[in-house]
């Protein structure tokens, strides 16, 4: 059903959650309690629990949870098809973040459905293209020496190098505000929002979060209107698709979404990636002992350490595998597992950089693609280099037990380093 | 601008400029052309983007352009051809205009 962004309605989706609210259409034998993203063996170890769903559960499985009943899908094929039919598998009313029904907004463009989806699309594509962000390669190089700049003389001064708030965080975060043309002085402000919303796994808390950033972005928008800039927020603000300007729902709606799509994405990514590189010196060489294939290296460990899902709405009445789903059900595709199923990629916990190239689900697929990746990409690409180029050699710190995030974004909490 | 003309699997034509040094993926996508979709935005990661080069012009567009261009051929959903390329990564050359290129009938 075509939506009409400028004039956001709230969708009127029912949420079930907890064991008496499994509709009457889900076998009893699929319904499983499976501890997806706050179970005590999901936090030990999300990456291993992930991939032993296919072995544990059925490719399809109705899942119930306190964050709300829905079903999991884990092969890769289904996720492809599933992703790739829109028309099926819908984005309206899809993304799990409270917002205000007396002053509703889409997330833009990921609740948009096509056709209107790519007018959206088109204004920011060039920005994040292969391309675009290529301009922003000598700003992440010094971003990332800066970094680790501050780290030695910490490390000098005797004190110890915490990888996701020295390194993992700053970076994508400093690098996004100056694409979105925001304050650097706002960056632990924003990030601390961020954790509200995606970790705190708490309805009344995501709630206030949300309260705050609207509130923040409302004004940063209204700035930007009066004095247009190059970053992307006043992009947006003076967009005209079609010769027509974007209501002040739409501005928001898509300021709002790039703020919550780019902060801790990245971020997770890279934590997730050196506690593998902390454990794995093997392989941390054979890195730099190939940098002529950096790209390739990334992807697998793209790959390997996938970080998000993807949900969405049965628009119709649907049969997958020979279960049967029904309009307004909720769904998720499991993507890391996805990037696990061992019919595409065998042996799928090894990382292997020789790999051949297939489509892997780290920036889902669809027209729902994730806009960031090649900026995700580089980043990725970029930190590796400059961080290997100087601290070749390092371990987890003795004794860490590592804890990871509950939520919908999947990274360690703390990745202590020494050399 | 140079000009880039594309053939669906029907035989229905449509040419569009595009600008140099962009490529000829974005030429359809941005210009609202069914038949290449794209979805990855030119990241070497989807295989949607599946053209057939015209056979007047393989010679000077030339192959697969990297070995993971050559790699995520494997993955496209039509048949694939000698003059088969992900057009993501064919870039718009002043000895480009003028370009054919033939859609699949599907990208997935």
Known sequence: ?419 | MPKVTYVDHEGRASAVEVELGDNVMHGAVYNGIDGITGECGGGLSCATCHCYVDEDWVETVGGPSSQAEEELLEAVAAELRPGSRLCCQIEMTPALDGLVVHMPEHQF
């Open chain 1, 1 to 419: 059903m075509p939506i009409d962004a400028a004039h956001p309605v709230p969708p009127n989706l029912p949420r079930h959650v907890g064991m008496d609210q499994i509709p009457d259409h889900v076998p009893a034998d699929l319904v499983r309690q499976s501890g997806l993203t706050v179970g005590p063996e999901f936090l030990a170890a999300p990456h291993d629990f992930m991939a032993a769903l296919h072995h544990k559960q059925p490719p399809i499985y109705y899942d119930v949870s306190p964050m709300g009943n829905m079903w999991h899908l884990t092969k890769h094929e289904d996720a492809l098809f599933g992703l790739r039919h829109p028309d099926i598998f819908s984005n309206e009313g899809a993304t799990p973040f409270p917002r205000d029904p007396n002053d509703y907004f889409y997330f833009i463009p990921i609740e948009i459905d096509p056709p209107h989806h790519r007018k959206y699309r088109n204004i920011v594509d060039p920005v994040f293209s292969p391309k675009g962000v290529l301009k922003l390669e000598e700003l992440i190089r010094r971003r990332s020496n800066d970094l680790i700049d501050a780290i030695e003389a910490k490390a000098a001064a005797g004190g110890t190098c915490e990888f996701t708030e020295d390194f993992g965080r700053p970076l994508p975060v400093s690098v996004f505000l100056d694409i979105m043309g925001l304050p650097q002085a706002m960056r632990d402000t924003f990030v601390a929002w961020a954790m509200e919303l995606l970790h705190s796994n708490d309805r009344a808390i995501m709630g206030q979060a949300m309260a705050k950033i609207t509130t923040y972005l409302k004004d940063a928008i209204a700035e930007k209107k009066a004095a247009p800039d190059d970053g992307v927020v006043s992009l947006i603000a003076h967009a005209e698709p079609d010769g027509v300007p974007l209501s002040d729902k739409e501005i928001f709606g898509f300021v709002c979404f790039l703020f919550i799509g780019g902060l801790d994405t990245v971020f997770a990514t890279l934590n997730n990636i050196w506690l593998w590189l902390a454990q794995n010196p093997e392989q941390r060489q054979e890195i730099i002992d190939r940098p002529e294939d950096i790209d390739r290296i990334v992807e697998e460990l793209l790959r390997r350490w996938s970080v998000t899902f993807s949900g969405r709405v049965l628009d119709q009445d649907f049969e997958m595998r020979g279960v049967q789903m029904k309009k307004g059900d909720r769904v998720t595709f499991i993507l890391p597992a996805c990037n696990f199923d061992p019919e595409v990629f065998p042996d799928p916990m090894t990382v292997d950089f020789d790999r051949p190239r297939k489509t892997i689900l780290a920036f889902t697929v669809g027209v729902h693609s994730c806009m960031g990746g090649h900026l995700a990409r580089l980043e990725v690409k970029i930190a590796l280099q400059e961080w290997l180029k100087r601290v070749p050699n390092f371990d987890l710190q003795p004794g860490t037990r590592i804890e990871y995030r509950p939520g919908g974004v999947i990274g360690p909490e703390a990745v202590p380093l020494v050399w």
